[in-house]
């Protein structure tokens, strides 16, 4: 879920930090994030307490791997 997301879904930061109980600087904190992602367990917790109207999507915070990058065998 990203900043977008959730900030859309509730109109406003304001808003958003007073959902979690948290600071709005908190929040704008997290459009510094990866991919705007809010962290993991305060998206699975908007998730289930809009009753899924705010979708969680626990793929999106897999950690990546490069396949394409390949190390080069030493001679």
Known sequence: MTTDDIENYFGSTEKVAEFF???S???????????RLIPK???AEAAYRTGGKLVFHPDLYEKRSDASVKLKPQE
């Open 25 to 35: 600087e908190a929040v704008y904190q997290w459009r510094n994030r990866t991919g």
């Open 41 to 43: 367990g305060r998206a």
């Open 21 to 23: 109980g948290i600071t």
